[in-house]
């Protein structure tokens, strides 16, 4: 019953910046920790970020430490990713993703959004 939607993906040179969105709807939303997880082709889905459901705890995966913020606003029922310092190899599908329990590991998240697009690229 919890639906997902991402936005913000694109096309961005090395070193620059993007904010993803993802909004949440269908579900109690501050009950919910929310993660991203990305998926290059022929790779499989890596955790990037995970915020607990009062904003209060986050992790991020070690390739994005010092260059990626996870951050979340429970009015706004919207789950932010602000990538800066981006790389070519940060290039992947972003997928936004829900769980009712603070996880590390992909396998616990039932609810997953489409997928957007980033491209780092010169």
């Known amino acids: 019953q919890v639906q997902l939607v991402e936005s913000g993906g694109g096309l961005v040179q090395p070193g620059g910046s993007l904010r993803l969105s993802c909004a949440a709807s269908?579900?109690?939303?501050?009950?919910?920790?929310m993660a991203w997880f990305r998926q290059a082709p022929g790779k499989e889905r890596e955790l990037v970020a995970v915020?607990?459901?009062?904003?209060?705890?986050?992790s991020l995966g070690d390739s994005v430490k010092g260059r990626f913020a996870i951050s979340r606003d429970n009015a706004k029922s919207t789950v932010y990713l602000q990538m800066n310092t981006l790389k070519p190899e940060d290039t992947a599908v972003y997928y936004c993703?829900?769980?009712?329990?603070?996880?590390?590991?992909?396998?616990?998240?039932?609810?997953w959004g489409q997928g957007t697009q980033v491209t780092v690229s010169s």
């Open positions: 993703a829900a769980s009712t329990y603070y996880s590390l590991q992909r396998l616990q998240y039932p609810y």
């Open positions: 269908g579900g109690t939303f501050n009950n919910y920790a």
């Open positions: 915020v607990s459901g009062s904003g209060g705890i986050t």
